[in-house]
């Protein structure tokens, strides 16, 4: 008897699991993404920033913009980067607001001193950037729910842990270091935005809409004019300065698939379990 009630559980139990295995709805091709597993749209087009992901994860919704500056940054360098900082809240539409700490810009001249190495002949001294990188998300622990942005005048590098040299920026999220050395004001201008894009989630999506491009290292390979989020002063790329040239030309600083995406990113987390992260 013991034995029927067994055999007749196991059955039922079995016709139950395939029934449900059967009936349930197929789950989307569109699911899945490298950040939090969920892709956005059946092109694979947009992914969500990790960055912003977790913050939302953990209820943080950052609007606070720390400008850092080590002691030798001109006013002409400043103005050009609050400029940037400006133009970015008014295309993205996102809620900053931007502060200068005294106590903050006293640190960043200690933090240069200490991380500043001497390369090879033809390098010169320059700023380690991964270890002031680890000095600024140390102490901007006790700044939450906010943006850190630190301007110094000297070449960026990231030796000896890597070889990159003179680096014009860098964007760790929240975090971004940029260099003046070597920018002229326009320039300084569109790095800086370049790289708070970069904090945002520009550029994630794999292919370009319109001509189906890749994009190559989170940057944007738009065929049909320049953009901000273009990779420059590499191998196949434009200088710098011409880049800045081209982009003063242009109506729009993005690019129209730049432009969709970020307005993606904004509508996601404008209402992202009815709450504004934005």
């Known amino acids: 008897m013991k034995c029927f009630f067994l055999f007749l559980s196991v059955f039922l139990f079995s016709c139950s699991f395939n029934k449900t295995k059967k009936n349930a709805k197929p789950v989307p091709k569109a699911v899945i993404n490298k950040s939090n597993g969920d892709r956005v749209n059946e092109n694979n087009l947009y992914s969500i920033p990790d960055g912003l992901s977790e913050d939302a994860r953990n209820g943080i919704k950052r609007n606070i913009v720390y400008l850092i500056f080590t002691g030798k940054i001109n006013e002409t360098s400043k103005s050009s980067i609050i400029k940037g900082m400006k133009e970015v809240k008014a295309i993205s539409k996102k809620t900053l607001f931007f502060k200068e700490s005294a106590y903050l810009n006293k640190l960043a001249v200690k933090w240069q001193k200490e991380c500043m190495i001497k390369r090879d002949i033809g390098f010169g001294k320059q700023v380690n950037y991964p270890k002031m990188l680890a000095r600024l998300n140390y102490t901007m622990r006790y700044y939450p729910s906010s943006y850190a942005i630190l301007i110094v005048d000297s070449d960026l590098t990231s030796y000896p842990e890597d070889y990159n040299n003179f680096v ?50 989170n940057h944007c390979a738009y065929k049909g004019r320049v953009c901000l989020m273009n990779q420059v002063d590499v191998e196949g790329c434009l200088s710098g300065s011409e880049h800045s040239r081209l982009l003063s030309l242009e109506r729009d600083i993005l690019c129209p698939s730049c432009q969709q995406e970020l307005e993606y990113i904004c509508k996601y987390f404008k209402n992202l379990k009815g709450y504004n992260f934005w």
């Not at 940029?178 to 326009?186: D, F, M, P, V």
């Not at 935005?193 to 319109?210: A, P, W």
């Open 168 to 217: 014009y920026g860098v964007s760790s999220y929240p975090r971004i270091i940029i260099s003046t050395r070597r920018q002229e004001k326009n320039d300084l201008k569109h790095v800086v935005m370049h790289e708070f894009f970069h904090s945002l989630g520009l550029v994630g999506r794999k292919f370009d809409n319109d001509s189906g491009n890749e994009y190559r290292n």
